[in-house]
């Protein structure tokens, strides 16, 4: 469904279930372009908001009471304001810890009623939980306190809410790039200051393509938390706070007094703090073949050195790198999920094909394909009647 298509169904259901109109707000989900776990490293991550979006309708309803259907759960939820009334469903668990948490902050929220539906694919890697939380707090921030809320806090507003109502223990990069995001634009967050810079991203000869493998493997250990333990360990031996503060050469010192293991692992980590400064340097320059063969080499690093790939991903890139793909990685923390593919135009049609008929041929599933174009975060779609 487009975007246009969905704003009009949603403000029809809103008419049916409440009467009359509200003011329909949206944000985006998101894609990580280069720079993989470093953010945990200090170091810079390189998001952007996409086309697909949560909206919603929504209106005060003069009560203490939230009222919200989601259209595509198809279930209609009610709660108060306070910390008891926190509801079981989980989607509601979202819009009732954004209320809590601008109210922690001494924001001011009351009753609103609210219709809302989305086309950022679930559990997909495109973050379509920050979708609907950045929605939601922009929308009131707008329409309970004057916007004075600053768009910074309204991200750490959606990041506490995963922390303290839906168990989620994420950092900031994706609530950021939903509210934060701008059409032909993406942005590189510096995980440790919080400063942030847009970079242009139009390609006009290519596309994005975001390849879902659907396999998430769940690995007895937790390798994620083995690897922070490398990069701490490491960044303990050469006297920095984090990897962020060293480099190749410093590590390269050390080398004979680390395992083998903790060596590769922060071998990754400094190089793709470098690489997202070239990719940055290539996007001012309009040059995506260089983007697209960093984003290649950060693959390689993820497969071969911090070891966090898989069978199904390593066969996507090979497959990307065969048909000319110009950049291809995993998207998102690795072990399945998503690879983040930049192509031209004209390879488009052919890969998206081959791609599909290959993967199922090997693996017994096809995996899903998204097409993203790059667009806004958090919006006010339509301002409603005045009341
Ligand atoms: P993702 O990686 O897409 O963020 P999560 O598991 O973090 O996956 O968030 C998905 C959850 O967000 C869903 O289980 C649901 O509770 C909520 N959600 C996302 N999109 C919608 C939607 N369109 N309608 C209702 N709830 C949604
Ligand atoms: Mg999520």
Same mark, same amino acid.
């Given at each position: 469904m487009t975007t246009d298509q969905m704003q009009k169904e949603i403000e029809k259901t809103f008419a049916e279930k409440f009467g009359g109109e509200g003011s329909v707000y949206a944000s985006a989900g998101r894609i990580n372009l280069i720079g993989e776990h470093t953010d945990y490293n200090g170091g810079f991550v390189f998001p952007g908001a996409i086309d697909k979006v949560i909206m919603a309708d929504i209106r005060p309803n003069g009560t203490d009471k939230v009222r919200v259907y989601s259209m595509d759960i198809k279930e209609y939820v009610e709660f108060g304001?306070?910390?008891?009334?926190?509801?079981?469903e989980s989607w509601a668990r979202y819009i009732f810890g954004i209320c809590r948490e601008i109210i922690k902050r001494g924001g001011t929220v009351k009753g609103f009623d609210a219709v809302f539906a989305g086309n950022?694919?679930?559990?997909?890697? @495109?973050?379509s939980s920050a979708a609907l939380e950045s929605c939601f707090a922009f929308a009131l921030n707008d329409l309970?306190?004057?916007?004075?809320?600053?768009k910074f806090e309204l991200a750490k507003i959606g990041q506490s809410t995963e922390h303290n109502y839906c168990g989620v223990n994420c950092g900031i990069m994706d609530q950021f790039a939903s509210v934060f995001g701008k059409e032909g634009n993406l942005m590189r967050l510096d995980c440790r200051s919080l400063e942030y810079e847009y970079f242009p991203f139009k390609p006009e000869d290519y596309r994005l393509v975001l390849v879902d493998s659907r396999v998430k493997h769940e690995l007895a250990d937790s390798p994620y938390n083995k690897r922070r333990e490398s990069c701490e360990r490491v960044a303990k031996r050469l006297g920095?706070?984090? @990897?962020?503060?060293?480099t190749m050469d410093e590590l390269n010192k050390v080398k004979g007094d680390i395992s083998a293991e903790d060596y590769m692992r922060a071998k990754y980590v400094i190089e793709e703090k470098d690489r997202v400064l070239a990719v940055c340097d290539a996007l001012n320059a309009g040059d995506y073949e260089t983007v697209g063969k960093k984003m290649y080499e950060t693959h390689e690093g993820l497969s071969k050195d911090y070891e966090v790939s898989c069978e199904e991903l390593d066969y996507l890139n090979d497959l990307a790198k065969e048909m000319g793909v110009t950049g291809s990685r995993i998207m998102g923390?690795?072990?399945g999920g998503c690879t983040i593919n930049l192509l031209p135009n004209g390879l488009h049609d052919r890969f998206v094909e081959t791609v599909t008929e290959k993967f199922k041929d090997k693996y017994g599933h096809e995996p899903k394909v998204y097409d993203v174009v790059i667009s806004d975060g958090a919006r006010l779609v339509k301002e409603g009647p005045k009341a």
């Amino acid at each position: 469904m487009t975007t246009d298509q969905m704003q009009k169904e949603i403000e029809k259901t809103f008419a049916e279930k409440f009467g009359g109109e509200g003011s329909v707000y949206a944000s985006a989900g998101r894609i990580n372009l280069i720079g993989e776990h470093t953010d945990y490293n200090g170091g810079f991550v390189f998001p952007g908001a996409i086309d697909k979006v949560i909206m919603a309708d929504i209106r005060p309803n003069g009560t203490d009471k939230v009222r919200v259907y989601s259209m595509d759960i198809k279930e209609y939820v009610e709660f108060g304001l306070n910390e008891e009334d926190a509801p079981k469903e989980s989607w509601a668990r979202y819009i009732f810890g954004i209320c809590r948490e601008i109210i922690k902050r001494g924001g001011t929220v009351k009753g609103f009623d609210a219709v809302f539906a989305g086309n950022v694919p679930l559990g997909a890697g @495109l973050s379509s939980s920050a979708a609907l939380e950045s929605c939601f707090a922009f929308a009131l921030n707008d329409l309970f306190n004057g916007n004075k809320i600053d768009k910074f806090e309204l991200a750490k507003i959606g990041q506490s809410t995963e922390h303290n109502y839906c168990g989620v223990n994420c950092g900031i990069m994706d609530q950021f790039a939903s509210v934060f995001g701008k059409e032909g634009n993406l942005m590189r967050l510096d995980c440790r200051s919080l400063e942030y810079e847009y970079f242009p991203f139009k390609p006009e000869d290519y596309r994005l393509v975001l390849v879902d493998s659907r396999v998430k493997h769940e690995l007895a250990d937790s390798p994620y938390n083995k690897r922070r333990e490398s990069c701490e360990r490491v960044a303990k031996r050469l006297g920095v706070e984090t @990897l962020r503060d060293a480099t190749m050469d410093e590590l390269n010192k050390v080398k004979g007094d680390i395992s083998a293991e903790d060596y590769m692992r922060a071998k990754y980590v400094i190089e793709e703090k470098d690489r997202v400064l070239a990719v940055c340097d290539a996007l001012n320059a309009g040059d995506y073949e260089t983007v697209g063969k960093k984003m290649y080499e950060t693959h390689e690093g993820l497969s071969k050195d911090y070891e966090v790939s898989c069978e199904e991903l390593d066969y996507l890139n090979d497959l990307a790198k065969e048909m000319g793909v110009t950049g291809s990685r995993i998207m998102g923390g690795g072990f399945g999920g998503c690879t983040i593919n930049l192509l031209p135009n004209g390879l488009h049609d052919r890969f998206v094909e081959t791609v599909t008929e290959k993967f199922k041929d090997k693996y017994g599933h096809e995996p899903k394909v998204y097409d993203v174009v790059i667009s806004d975060g958090a919006r006010l779609v339509k301002e409603g009647p005045k009341a």
